[in-house]
């Protein structure tokens, strides 16, 4: 295929979304977390007992009703408390690469496009699941793209928006023409099962956004008009696991000894604090070099982790207090999924939309990192 030495106009084409069957309640997931205590307060008579978690929290401080996992099993288990995904061998494809493929294939069959006119894949993702070879590399190879390059990048809950200005780029400077970004997601594996104040946060998922030269895209599609990414240093969310670290490992959390921090750590007061007036400020700025204001907007597709942030930051764009079909959450059933939470917001809620109508797609989270993306309906 010849590519365009000079740029284009880039678009989202279509959507991908693959989502897994388990599912845990907030009733299942609170009965496990306590049989966990009474088990562990009663093998420590002499530690600072542990104290119950509760589904009236979780529900109100969140929004969060119900989660997907890739397998609940061991997870549930008061014994054990965190996912148990068996170890494939090297001529296995790997479960991260597997779940993302499912949602290339959802992306790429909504556009009806064929797969060797995929220049690119961008693995956009808060965790991977090796360091190499690359899990965007396997999943170029189990699309059965011939040609073309691809390559993972980590920018925690804002990787997919970062994916995006990256292909877009792409696509501005001519170096490609049709690039699939793709999320999978699988929190349950940062997530520590065993700590109260955020056993309840997160889900599994895989998103796929297939960005193209406006040329080559299906009649209907979403022009995007801008992006801008935004990073500032903060402690406040941090997962420490890595490959300087692994004699530490990733092994039982003890409760009485300090918090593993090779897990999902954060400030969740701070974060929100923080975060909502960067967030809010960040939209408007972007919103107003483009000529527009949050009155302009018909959607805003955010990112999930929090009923109440989002609320405040819709309100703060919008300039009213936002209804569901001006900001729609999927946080109910799917809790904060990271990187892939506007991106199902906007999957599963764009289809109403009328040719004309402006929306933002926005993301925000550990780095702290945040990204913003204007997008216009077409066709
Ligand atoms: N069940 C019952 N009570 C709980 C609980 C649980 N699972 N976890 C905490 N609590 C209690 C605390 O003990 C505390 O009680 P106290 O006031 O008697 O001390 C109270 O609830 C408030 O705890 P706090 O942790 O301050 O809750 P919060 O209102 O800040 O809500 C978050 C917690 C995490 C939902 C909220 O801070 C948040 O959403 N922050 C932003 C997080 C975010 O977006 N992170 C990005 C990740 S990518």
Not at 81 to 110: F, H, Q, T, W
Not at 283 to 288: D, G, P, Q, T
Request: with cysteine.
């Amino acid at each position: 295929m010849s590519h365009s030495a000079h740029g284009a106009i880039p678009v989202i084409s279509a959507t991908g979304l693959f989502t897994p069957t388990d599912t845990i309640s907030n009733a299942e997931l609170v009965a496990s977390f306590n049989a966990y205590a009474d088990r562990y307060n009663a093998a420590h008579p002499d530690a600072e007992p542990l104290t119950h978690s509760s589904v009236e929290f979780v529900e109100k401080a969140s929004g969060i009703k119900s989660r997907h996992v890739m397998d609940k099993t061991a997870i549930l288990d008061p014994d054990i408390m965190e996912p148990r995904y068996a170890e494939r061998p090297n001529d296995e494809i790997s479960l991260m690469a597997e779940i993302g493929v499912a949602a290339c294939r959802d992306a790429l069959a909504k556009a009806g496009r064929d797969i060797a006119d995929v220049d690119a894949v961008l693995c956009a993702a808060s965790n991977m699941q090796r360091a190499y070879p690359a899990m965007a590399v396997e999943i170029q190879h189990e699309l059965g793209m011939q040609r073309g390059f691809a390559f993972d990048m980590n920018v925690a809950c804002s990787s997919a928006t970062f994916g995006i200005q990256t292909a877009a780029d792409y696509i501005r400077s001519g170096n490609a023409r049709s690039v699939l970004v793709v999320n999978p997601e699988i929190t349950s594996g940062h997530l520590n099962w065993r700590d109260r104040d955020s056993h309840f946060i997160f889900g599994d998922v895989a998103t796929a956004i297939l960005v193209e030269a406006k040329d080559l895209a299906p009649a209907q599609h979403w022009e995007i008009l801008g992006t801008r990414l935004k990073t500032q240093f903060s402690n406040n969310i941090r997962n420490n696991f890595g490959f300087l670290n692994r004699a530490h490992g990733n092994g039982p959390v003890d409760q009485s000894g300090p918090r593993n921090d090779k897990l999902f750590v954060q400030e969740g007061r701070k974060v929100f604090k923080e975060v909502v007036p960067m967030v809010g400020q960040m939209i408007l700025e972007h919103a107003e070099s483009l000529g527009l204001s949050g009155s302009d907007l018909r959607r805003l597709w955010l990112h999930q982790a929090n009923t109440g942030m989002n609320r405040l930051i819709a309100q703060k764009v919008l300039g009213h207090e936002a209804v569901e079909d001006e900001s729609p959450t999927v946080l109910d059933t799917y809790a904060n999924t990271s990187s892939a939470g506007s991106i199902i917001a906007f999957h599963k809620h764009n289809q109403d939309l009328k040719a004309g109508d402006l929306g933002l797609i926005c993301s925000f989270g550990a780095g702290y990192s945040a990204g913003s993306v204007f997008v216009r309906k077409v066709g």
